[in-house]
């Protein structure tokens, strides 16, 4: 069908007879060309909605309209600039036709070339970043790579999280213009701490999480500077509730922790003081009641992806760190919150198998 349309399109070859009469047959060129916009447009959209990427050069069709009204864009009658002449229809429409078609064909060149970069991101970030900023797809400051990686769609969630918790001086520097492009005044802190793990996965290596949640701890404190004594106490907090998420969500854990569990784990970490029962108890029910997840069409591929809920959130990983952290303060309590919650989640976790 597409070859007869172009072949219609093209119209009759030099030396070939024909009963069509001239009128006919630029009619059949044009509304054959018609046909070939419209087949070209529905394959655009179908290219959109399969690679779901943000689309940087949309045709404007309402541009192109408005100058077609201007002096000279138009093939005017005995200088009336209100009647363009009968032909102007016949061919105006090819022009923009083909003007359709070429916008068409840069969208999809482009967008081609950024799933490229998407699809190599998803196999070795740091290749993948390098691509998309040599292709000019994504600038090449550390604002524009996090915004690329906040923003884009068809990212690998863990890889994200991956590449922001290299300790390499790039990656180091996207991190920390990743965290600080929220804006958590205000928030309450479970509520902060889902909307920034809804567009990534924590990696599942101690020192990754250590980079990513110590800066998430500091941004929370800048933004919230009452809400605790020290940014450490948002710090050890964070983990505190990733902990207590797992815990609550996770079906392999049958013997769930209380509320006063909760709260007797947290003892003492802000600086030394008690967070108010209050505060921990309604952040307990909070977190109990929904859990923290990222995007439902970004779990149900990150799932494929994992073994068990454990090492999707790095569990063991996140234990050690704190564990470590409190150890390097020489902060010796005989409630040691991190301690103590590892040989509750170690326990839990044998009781149920």
């Not at 045709?59 to 864009?73: L, R, T, V, W, Y």
């Not at 994200?160 to 213009?177: C, F, N, P, T, W």
């Amino acid at each position: 069908m597409v070859n007869g349309l172009l072949k219609t399109a093209q119209g009759v070859p030099p030396g070939v007879s024909t009963t069509l009469l001239p009128h006919q047959d630029a009619t059949m060129k044009l509304e054959a060309m018609k046909c070939l916009v419209d087949i070209l447009k529905s394959m655009g959209d179908w290219m959109n909605k399969q690679l779901r990427i943000p689309d940087p050069h949309s045709p404007k069709k309402s541009e192109a309209g408005d100058n077609n009204s201007e002096p000279g864009s138009l093939l005017l009658v005995n200088g009336n600039t209100d009647e363009p002449m009968e032909a102007s229809d016949t061919f105006s429409e090819p022009f923009s036709d083909v003007s359709d078609v070429s916008a068409i064909e840069q969208r999809r060149a482009y967008k081609l070339e950024l799933q490229e970069g998407i699809s190599l991101f998803n196999r070795r970030p740091k290749k993948g970043i390098e691509f998309l900023i040599n292709a000019n797809k994504v600038g090449n400051s550390p604002k524009d790579i996090a915004a690329f990686l906040k923003n884009a769609s068809g990212l690998n969630k863990t890889l994200i999280g991956d590449y922001l918790g290299e300790r390499e001086e790039l990656s180091l520097k996207v991190m920390h213009a990743y965290v600080d492009s929220f804006d958590f005044q205000g928030m309450e802190f479970d509520e902060a701490i889902r909307a920034f793990l809804l567009g990534f996965r924590l990696s599942g290596e101690a020192q990754k999480i250590d980079r990513i949640m110590e800066k998430f701890a500091e941004r929370y404190f800048k933004c919230n500077p009452k809400a605790f004594t020290s940014a450490d106490t948002a710090y050890k907090l964070a983990f505190s509730v990733i902990l207590l998420n797992t815990d609550a969500h996770n079906p392999m854990v049958k013997n769930k922790m209380s509320a006063a569990d909760f709260i007797r784990n947290n003892h003492g970490i802000d600086d030394g003081k008690d967070l108010a029962d209050e505060y921990l108890r309604s952040l307990f029910e909070r977190i109990s009641r929904n859990e923290i997840k990222m995007n439902e069409d970004d779990l149900a591929v990150q799932r494929k992806m994992s073994v068990n809920s454990n090492r999707i959130l790095g569990v063991d990983s996140i234990l050690n760190i704190v564990i470590r952290k409190r150890g390097e303060e020489n902060t010796e309590s005989s409630d040691d919150l991190m301690r103590h919650m590892q040989e509750q989640f170690k326990e839990k976790a044998h009781k149920s198998e």
